[in-house]
Every structure is written in C-alpha cells, then in structure tokens.
C-alpha cells in the first residue's frame, strides 16, 4: 500500500479510535476481513498506544483488550465474506466459472483441498498479512465446515491482533516504526500470490488449447467397427 494512502488510513483510524475506542477497532478490523484492505498492522499497534499505553494500561491488558476486540470483528467480517462465497460466489461460480476460467473440475479440486486442510488454512491465514484479508471468501466458496471456520478464524486472529496491540504498547507513541518493519514481509507475500496467479492462468491456457488438439485427433481416427465390410460370397450364387 503507499505509504501517502497509509498515511490518510492512520488520520482516520486515530479520528474512529479517539471517538468510539475499542467498538472502532472491531468495525475496522471486520472491514478488513469482509476484504476491505485496511491494514491490521497499522489498525492494532495504533489500538495498543492510543487505547493503552496512552491511557496508563498494561502490557496485558494491550494483549487482551486488542486481541478480543480485533478477534471479534475479524470473526464478524470473515462470516460476512465466508457468506458471500457460500452464497453468491459458489452459484455464481458453478454457473459463469468458466468464463473466468474456473472449471468445475477446478471447484471438484479446490473443494477436496479444502475439506482436508480447511482448518489449518483457518486459523494460519490470519497470520499472513494480504492473505488474511481475502482468504475467508475462497473458504466458502469451498465449503468448509462453519464451526470449525469460526473457531479457527478467532483464535488466530486473537494471536495476531493480540501481539500487534503489544507491540503498538511497546513502542508507544512511535508505534509506526513496528509498521515499518513489518512491512518488507508484505512484498514476499506479494509476490508468491501473484506468481500463483500467473501460473494458474498460463496452466489453464495451455489446457484450453490442448483440448481443441485432442478432439481433433480423435475425430480424425476411423472407428473401424464404422467402417463397410464386404459381404462374403455366395457359394451358391451362379457366377
């Protein structure tokens, strides 16, 4: 995100947190999960000093307080973009897939991936920055198991909002300097998407043009139970 754009979130974050405290972190950390990219590493360590530090509180309750809160409306938002998937993606999908190339020998995949490491990908996206943000959509396109998706979404999102509340405490009023070294580890996870991306389209267009090829090629073949066989002779036939 640029930082001039980072700049504008934190003037608005701080005008949301100093009006409506910690209800403000839950709205804004269940926007970022219904995947809108608000960062949750500028969005928590502001929480820890403002909400914290600043007030005289302890480390503790930095790690209670944040993780509670930001859990809570991460859960509230994963549901919402969870629904979304469920009810308007996976329809959505089954029916215009492939003009997007999605297939549904593509779905049959995603969703036997899903169903095996479904909870993991639950609860360990939300320690990944950008992946967290959108990854609860994919989840119920799939179909994984709501419970288990909702328990897994709020204990690893309580880890992650949890810690970056106490690192917003331990830095204090320079709780921008944690953003700044957090944010390297953005552009690794950057690239492994978009490298994701890129393959996951090349692939699909090398097998639209495979396709063509091979039922050329089978069209092209004579089934020789098709073809006229000569009648044999009859002996009794007079020549």
Not at 197 to 212: D, K, L, M, S
Request: proline share 6%.
């Amino acid at each position: 995100m640029p930082a001039e754009l980072e700049h504008q979130i934190v003037l608005m974050l701080t005008d949301v947190l100093q009006a409506i405290g910690w209800g403000g972190v839950a709205v804004i950390m269940a926007l970022e999960s219904a995947n809108i990219p608000i960062p949750s590493e500028v969005t928590m360590p502001l929480a820890g000093w403002l909400l914290v530090q600043a007030q005289g509180g302890s480390a503790l309750q930095a790690v209670l307080l944040g993780g509670l809160w930001g859990a809570v409306g991460c859960t509230v938002g994963s549901i919402a973009s969870y629904a979304l998937g469920a009810f308007g993606g996976r329809p959505f999908l089954d029916r215009y897939g492939k003009y997007v190339m999605i297939s549904h020998h593509d779905l049959e995949l995603a969703d036997r991936w899903f169903s095996r490491w479904g909870d993991a990908v639950a609860f360990y996206s939300r320690l990944l920055p950008i992946v967290r943000t959108f990854i609860s959509f994919p989840l119920g396109v799939s179909g994984t198991r709501i419970g288990r998706f909702i328990l897994y979404t709020f204990v690893g999102s309580f880890i992650w909002t949890g810690l970056l509340a106490l690192g917003g405490y331990a830095f204090g009023a320079n709780w921008e300097e944690l953003r700044g070294i957090m944010r390297p580890f953005d552009i690794p996870i950057a690239i492994v998407l978009l490298a994701g991306f890129i393959f996951y389209v090349i692939h699909h267009v090398r097998r639209g043009r495979a396709r063509p090829s091979a039922s050329s090629l089978a069209g092209s073949q004579i089934n020789p139970a098709s073809e006229p066989t000569a009648s044999p002779s009859n002996p009794n036939n007079p020549k």
